[in-house]
Nanobody, 128 residues
Framework: QVQLVESGGGLVQAGGSLRLSCAAS????????MGWFRQAPGKEREFVAA????????YYADSVKGRFTITRDNAKNTVDLEMNRLKTDNTAAYYC?????????????????????WGQGTQVTVSS
């Protein structure tokens, strides 16, 4: 069982930055991949970024490439999302997710159905 707790959300002006953090309750050695997704009101949940535990594979949604950076600290059991040059349409609830099966394919980390555990989310609001 893996429990995930996100933090770092808040209100920021367009062009600003935020850093989200996701703390996992168990040793991240048990997790194959970690990802961030977001869901805006009235919209479907969408992929933001993901990476394997080893860091060998990192994926970003096209809309955030060059502005967002995902990192993980296996010693601290955390995965962070650094978000720069934020835009108003980045406003959403951001969710951390974990894929724990060792029998995994990294390219599928872009799909929410591939994850076993989810956090409760943290709200990010970007004002104009």
């Amino acid at each position: 069982q893996v429990q995930l707790v996100e933090s770092g959300g808040g209100l920021v002006q367009a062009g600003g930055s935020l850093r989200l953090s996701c703390a996992a309750s168990s040793n991240t050695l048990t997790t194959y991949g970690m990802g961030w997704f977001r869901q805006a009101p009235g919209k479907e949940r969408e992929f933001v970024a993901a990476m394997t535990r080893s860091g060998d594979y990192i994926y970003y949604a096209d809309s955030v490439k060059g502005r967002f950076t995902i990192t993980r600290d296996n010693a601290k059991n955390t995965v962070d999302l650094e978000m720069n040059r934020l835009k108003t349409d980045n406003t959403a609830a951001y969710y951390c997710a974990a894929r724990v099966s060792a029998l995994s394919l990294s390219s599928l980390l872009k799909y929410d159905y591939y994850y076993n555990y989810w956090g409760q989310g943290t709200q990010v609001t970007v004002s104009s």
